[in-house]
């Protein structure tokens, strides 16, 4: 049986809403798209608003030495999407996740000035899997403790 290096799952509490695990288009695309697990409003863009989190309803496992790059579709800006922190980077360890299950989002402002409506199975982005390297003194010992955003606290 070949060992699992990476790949998609269905997160807790999406098992039964119709989630497609994330494929690759054509035969030489880098990323994998992946689809809004619901219906979501982007509001329009307002100074100091926030970015609007849509769900996957995914998680994905790699190796330890890799992670995985949520990025915006070529088409995302001239729709008005902007990705709120350009790509959003996922360690290895946030795969399953006590606090989360290591269910991704991806985060997008609307820079128009209507809102967008994004509909459960639109492709709102990409998952582009990549090896890290690490310095030769590299000393981390840290475990992740959490969720979205846990490596910053």
Sequence with gaps: MKKRARGFEIAKGYEEKGIHLPIRKTKYSAGYDVEAAEDVIIPAFTLGGKPTLI??????????????MLVNRSSGP????VMANSIGIIDADYYGNESNDGHFFFQYY???DHDIEIKKG??????????YLTTDDDQSEGTRVGGFGSTDK
Excluded: H, R, S
């Design 55 to 68: 769900p996957t309803g995914l998680k994905a496992y790699c190796k330890e030495d890799e992670f995985y």
């Design 78 to 81: 001239k729709k008005g999407l």
């Design 110 to 112: 609307n820079v128009l």
């Design 122 to 131: 639109d492709v709102i982005g990409q998952v582009i899997f990549q090896k």
